[in-house]
T-cell receptor, first 112, second 113 residues
């Protein structure tokens, strides 16, 4: 089936650093969603993107819908310890927009 | 505002036992979903319900059944549990299908011995 590839798989950074991660697909997507999952909890929606080229921020987080519509990017500026978690991209795989598929996640560790 | 509530939070079963995982949402959403999460594999869709009265298979439906009891509740049943079904199960809901962001519960951690 279709897959979303996320990179990097994991990141170990120091508090205050900026973080960049991305998600790519072999197919064109019309929606990109970014979720964060903390230990013992379910994924929480961070940002939703609906248009190619769209750039949306949520606090220190900024996500972009790639121009090719086959990728999306998430940046976190000035990381803090509570940014720790797994970040997932997700989107409805064409032509079926009824369901979401998820990437395998980027695990972020922040050291003080 | 509770959002999506799953019960139980933890469960241990023996192979062959049956169990129903419960999910309820209070956001007046039409669509509901069941996923399983395994290490290194992300979230995989088991079944979903576009609206009350309808259910459809997702990516990994074998060994599971679902019931959309009413608009609020969507249950997942394991008729004869197998060790391969050891996983974390998440329920989610969205206003409608079609590009709508999904809101997740906190999961049920299920171990089958």
């Amino acid at each position: 089936g279709q897959q979303l590839n996320q990179s990097p798989q994991s990141m170990f950074i120091q508090e205050g650093e900026d973080v960049s991660m991305n998600c790519t697909s072999s197919s064109i997507f019309n929606t990109w969603l970014w979720y964060k999952q903390e230990p013992g909890e379910g994924p929480v929606l961070l940002i939703a993107l609906y248009k190619a080229g769209e750039l949306t921020s949520n606090g220190r987080l900024t996500a972009q819908f790639g121009i090719t519509r086959k990728d999306s990017f998430l940046n976190i500026s000035a990381s803090i310890p509570s940014d720790v978690g797994i970040y997932f991209c997700a989107g409805p795989p064409p032509p079926n927009t009824d369901k979401l598929i998820f990437g395998t996640g980027t695990r972020l560790q922040v050291f003080p | 505002n509770a959002g999506v509530t799953q019960t139980p939070k933890f469960q241990v079963l023996k192979t062959g036992q049956s169990m129903t995982l419960q999910c309820a949402q209070d956001m007046n959403h039409n669509s509901m979903y069941w996923y399983r999460q395994d290490p290194g594999m992300g979230l995989r869709l088991i079944y979903y319900s576009a609206s009350e009265g309808t259910t459809d298979k997702g990516e990994v439906p074998n060994g599971y059944n679902v019931s959309r009891l009413n608009k609020r509740e969507f249950s997942l049943r394991l008729e004869s549990a197998a060790p391969s079904q050891t996983s974390v199960y998440f329920c989610a809901s969205s206003l409608h299908l079609s590009n709508q962001p999904q809101h997740f519960g906190d999961g049920t951690r299920l171990s089958i011995l």
